[in-house]
């Protein structure tokens, strides 16, 4: 399937006339690519969203990429929050839209997620595929930020969750703070920076125990799932 238009984004046209927008589907030059469920009936259509604080921002192709398919919405008053730090609630929300939020009996014993939070499904979808675990039996803490290192062993467990491949690994010492990456997240780390999902920041640095923004998280899945079509 090819395009002109690089900013428009796939849906599936179901049989009721209603449409599915498709998660994984990426565009390069006008030529389109998407991981499909089968045999569907497929169409373009334009749903760039647009945000006050988005424009000229170094981030704004993935925030684009990311809130045209609905993986990301905005804090309200027309804002992305492009700075704003992304949470554990806000990670699998994200996940689990990209896997079409399909729906699950998954069940939870997290005290702090109450089953009319907007996050609860996620939050059971990525528990019960230990994707993200909570931080004690009964406790998920969907309010704590994420950092770096986090994101990076958080999206190893999706990979294999997927089975993706992940042999592929980055050299850390690269980068002149890769002693401060803890032991539990070097394996996810060097998977991240070998299949190019993380690179450094200015300075040659990882910045591995540094919260994630929310645009820094848009840039990251955007290459993930660039690397999942491809």
């Known amino acids: 399937l090819s395009d002109a238009d690089n900013d428009k984004v796939m849906v599936i046209v179901n049989e009721d006339g209603s449409e599915t927008i498709v998660t994984k589907h990426i565009a390069e030059n006008g030529e389109h690519q998407a991981i499909l469920p089968g045999s569907a009936t497929i169409k373009m259509i334009d749903n760039h969203k647009e945000f006050t604080d988005t424009k000229g921002h170094w981030g704004e192709?993935?925030?684009?990429?990311?809130?045209?398919?609905?993986?990301?919405?905005?804090?309200?008053?027309?804002?992305?929050d492009t700075e704003g730090t992304m949470t554990r609630a806000m990670l699998v929300t994200v996940l689990y839209?990209?896997?079409?939020?399909?729906?699950t009996d998954y069940e939870h014993n997290f005290n702090d997620v109450a089953d009319d939070q907007w996050y609860a499904d996620s939050v059971a979808w990525a528990n019960a595929n230990n994707i993200v675990k909570g931080i004690a039996e009964d406790s998920f803490d969907p309010d704590a930020f994420v950092t770096r290192e986090q994101v990076a062993t958080i999206l190893y467990r999706y990979a294999q969750y997927l089975d993706m491949s992940t042999h592929h690994k980055g050299e850390l010492t690269q980068f002149d703070d890769h002693h401060e990456v803890s032991d539990w997240a070097k394996e996810a780390k060097s998977w991240a920076v070998g299949a190019g999902i993380i690179t450094g920041k200015p300075g040659n640095i990882l910045d591995a125990a540094g919260d994630a923004t929310r645009t820094e998280v848009a840039v990251i899945l955007q290459r993930l799932i660039e690397l999942m079509v491809k």
């Not at 192709?61 to 992305?80: H, P, T």
């Open 61 to 80: 192709e993935s925030i684009n990429f990311v809130a045209g398919r609905e993986l990301y919405q905005g804090v309200g008053d027309g804002r992305f």
């Open 97 to 103: 839209r990209l896997e079409g939020e399909t729906e």
